[in-house]
């Protein structure tokens, strides 16, 4: 491993060490976790459709939580080591700060795996405490919610490197919120007819489409992904994030550390 | 054999800051700063709060980037990641990352450096066992006090055994104890070979510690050189204790200042007036109880030299 790779990894490694340690990312995983199991109850309320809503219900708590964990490290662990200085002493030995901000958001990754992971796990094990068998197609829509928890921390990370962690946060949630609703951009014209065009065009391309990330409804209804349509959901989130990443790069490199 | 580069050489390095919101000016923190640390000394860099000692030490480390000027290390320009495999630094009030132990903070430092995973663990554990840290090496450095963090963070900065260490304000906040240790460790990179530039405003600690001292003010460079060089050689005055005699029962030429300290007092007198003061003690009824001359020191110096007001004024600001 060159020597460059190696401090990376050991930079990706202490950000996984450090939200393993923090105490209120277990506290989220657990509530996903019972939240799927509320479908259980929910499940008993509807007619023949309680394996749909136990899945639907499922997804939809990784989702939520998922993006609640993202925004929650992606914000927390980069801006928490800019302000309380506790990269100082990190920058000042031969790493490189595209080292250290690359192997953050490697270490931050990692994390929303290990996350994702285990709130699949909790959602298989309700499966299968209930009679049902485990379905793979599952996964069709869980990898394309943790692409999207992975586009959230790249933008997560951009805004640390620019200003507080509280606005940090407001923008990155702006970001999820906005993304999610990139329909009613698109449409904005139709609502806002004195809007300019060339912005809401402009917003439309810039803010991410959560929505293609989004196939918890099909999947719950049984369809499996088209491996090509997890392509190019793939391809989508790993141009946002290189150029995302690219820009936060570029402010880390330049900002001074007063 | 070709001569090695001095361990630090700063040529006009400057540095403003932008300060303000709508309407931003620019401060300027450090003003063409020429400064040269010789190999294996010990280089105080004193000033007060303010005078741009952070400052310097966080460009000499490629934390800020100078507006002009140039700064290398054994040679190398501290914009290359290469000057810093020969650095250790602590910067002041040092916030290590409480969820981690001290042994696992050093040997992530390490990993830093690239040092293998056996010499870590033997490095660790020295380091560790020279800070006075054995006992706390798994312990999360939440728990730790200010100066367990102190000694924590001159540990990660000696982790690849650095051939010039910077510490900015190392003995600030420490209790007594601390603060000797930190003394002592000072002294053995010395002895060690290693060059050190700590800066302070404690001035015992400069004294007591460094062979020379570089002296700012404002964001400039006012003096650097040896204490014997920047400060007067000669007894400013003398120290005289006495006792049965109330200070304003005194009036002699020669006297500067009297007061009481307890059941005794404290005259400070010039050097030719001793014979004078002694007399008139002892016709007093009083009793010459000892004479200390008393030469100029780095805080006299300072007052002086940073428009002190000799009335108690303090030149240092806030701190």
């Known amino acids: 491993?060159?020597?460059?790779?190696?401090?990376?990894?050991?930079?990706?490694?202490n950000t996984f060490r450090e939200t393993v340690r923090e105490r209120v990312l277990?506290?989220?995983?657990?509530?996903a976790v019972l939240m799927t199991l509320s479908g259980l109850l929910l499940g008993q309320l509807s007619i023949r459709q309680d394996e749909k809503i136990l899945i639907d219900i499922g997804l939809a708590a990784m989702d939520v939580f998922g993006t609640l964990?993202?925004?929650?490290?992606?914000?927390?662990?980069?801006?928490?080591?800019?302000?309380?200085?506790?990269?100082?002493?990190?920058?000042?030995k031969p790493l490189s700060r595209e080292e250290f901000f690359l192997g953050k958001f490697v270490g931050l990754v990692f994390t929303l795996f290990v996350n994702v992971t285990a709130m699949t796990l909790g959602l298989y094990a309700v499966l299968l405490a209930t009679g049902r068998g485990i379905e793979f197609r599952l996964l069709s829509a869980v990898y394309p919610i943790f692409l999207g928890l992975v586009v959230v921390v790249a933008f997560a990370m951009l805004f640390s490197t620019v200003t507080s962690s509280v606005l940090a946060s407001v923008c990155t949630v702006g970001v999820v919120v906005a993304g999610r609703f990139?329909?009613?951009?698109?449409?904005?014209?139709?609502?806002?007819?004195?809007?300019?065009?060339?912005?809401?065009?402009?917003?439309?391309?810039?803010?991410?489409?959560?929505q293609n990330f989004d196939f918890k409804d099909r999947v719950a209804y049984g369809d499996a992904m088209p491996p090509d349509v997890l392509g190019w959901v793939t391809l989508y989130a790993t141009a946002y994030c290189a150029i995302v990443l690219l820009l936060g790069l570029a402010s880390f490199r330049g900002r001074d550390f007063q | 054999m070709e001569e090695e580069p001095a361990p630090l050489v700063a040529r006009g390095l400057t540095k403003s800051y932008r300060v303000g919101h709508l309407r931003q000016t620019l401060r300027p923190a450090l003003v063409d700063l020429d400064l040269e640390v010789r190999p294996g000394e010990i280089l105080g860099y004193v000033g007060p709060n303010g005078s741009g000692k952070t400052t310097t030490l966080k460009l000499l480390t490629g934390l800020l980037r100078p507006d002009r000027g140039e700064a290398r290390v054994f040679g190398v320009p501290v914009g290359d990641r290469a000057s810093r495999r020969r650095l250790g630094?602590?910067?002041?009030?040092?916030?290590?990352?409480?969820?981690?132990?001290?042994?696992e903070y050093l040997d992530y430092a390490g990993r830093l450096f690239g040092l293998p995973s056996a010499d870590r663990r033997r490095r660790v554990e020295d380091l560790l066992a020279l800070v006075g840290l054995e006992r706390s090496a798994h312990t999360p450095m939440r728990r730790f006090s200010k100066g367990m963090v102190q000694r924590a963070g001159l540990a990660q900065a000696l982790v690849n055994s650095p051939d010039l260490l910077l510490l900015d304000?190392?003995?600030?906040?420490?209790?007594?104890?601390?603060?000797?240790?930190?003394?002592?460790?000072?002294?053995?990179?010395?002895?060690?070979?290693?060059?050190?530039?700590?800066?302070?405003?404690?001035?015992?600690d400069a004294e007591t510690l460094c062979d020379r001292v570089a002296v700012l003010r404002g964001g400039r460079l006012v003096s650097v050189g040896a204490l014997g060089e920047?400060?007067?050689?000669?007894?400013?005055?003398?120290e005289v204790l006495t006792s049965g005699i109330r200070p304003d029962a005194l009036s002699v030429e020669g006297v500067v200042r009297g007061e009481a300290v307890g059941e005794r007092t404290r005259l400070e007198v010039e050097e030719r007036a001793l014979g004078r003061v002694v007399g008139a003690v002892e016709a007093g009824g009083g009793r010459v109880l000892a004479v200390q001359p008393v030469r100029q020191s780095l805080e006299d110096y300072f007052f002086e030299e940073m428009g002190g007001r000799g009335d108690g004024g303090n030149p240092w600001g806030e701190g």
């Open chain 1, 182 to 210: 990139s329909d009613v951009i698109r449409n904005m014209r139709e609502v806002l007819p004195g809007a300019p065009g060339w912005l809401i065009d402009a917003l439309y391309a810039v803010v991410p489409n959560f």
């Open chain 2, 169 to 204: 304000e190392p003995m600030s906040g420490l209790d007594p104890l601390g603060r000797r240790l930190v003394r002592n460790l000072i002294l053995e990179q010395r002895r060690a070979g290693r060059t050190v530039l700590f800066s302070t405003h404690i001035l015992s």
């Open chain 1, 26 to 31: 277990y506290n989220l995983v657990v509530f």
């Open chain 1, 1 to 13: 491993m060159g020597r460059g790779l190696s401090r990376l990894v050991a930079v990706a490694a």
């Open chain 2, 230 to 238: 920047i400060l007067r050689p000669g007894v400013a005055h003398l």
């Open chain 2, 89 to 103: 630094y602590l910067p002041e009030h040092p916030y290590l990352y409480d969820y981690l132990t001290p042994a």
């Open chain 1, 69 to 92: 964990i993202a925004i929650f490290i992606g914000v927390g662990l980069v801006s928490k080591e800019i302000e309380r200085r506790s990269l100082y002493p990190l920058l000042a």
